[in-house]
């Protein structure tokens, strides 16, 4: 096994270590209503940074192009309550068909 698959195995060990100190920690305390509040809202508010992230920024710089598009159109297609499948081909469609242009 060379150093870098070592070092992979390592750092998983401590990522799972450090999920599972929040375990140990809390246990079966009750979070105050605040934290639980706050606490729900944060995989909503890290999946909007990443869709953020990989819509309008190229490397390290932002970019206004095709992909914003089509993200535009997909948030049209979620405000109007189509189903979730319609959503993700209307804004890999529209991202596609503008890359073919």
């Known amino acids: ?19 599972m100190l929040g375990f140990v920690v809390v ?3 009750k979070l105050p ?8 809202l944060i995989p909503a508010a890290l999946l909007a940074a ?3 992230n990989s819509s ?9 192009d095709e992909r914003a598009i089509g993200l535009g159109v997909a948030i049209i297609a979620a405000w ?18 503008l890359r073919a242009l």
Do not use: E, H
């Not at 096994?1 to 999920?19: P, Q, R, T």
């Open 1 to 19: 096994m060379n150093m870098s698959w070592a070092l992979v195995i390592w750092l998983s060990i401590g990522a799972y270590a450090f999920k």
């Open 27 to 29: 246990g079966s305390r």
């Open 33 to 40: 209503d605040v934290l639980s509040r706050c606490l729900m």
């Open 50 to 52: 990443l869709v953020f």
């Open 56 to 64: 309008f920024t190229s490397g390290q710089s932002y970019a206004l």
């Open 80 to 97: 109007r309550k189509l189903p979730l499948i319609v959503v993700v081909i209307l804004g890999a469609a529209t991202t596609a068909f």
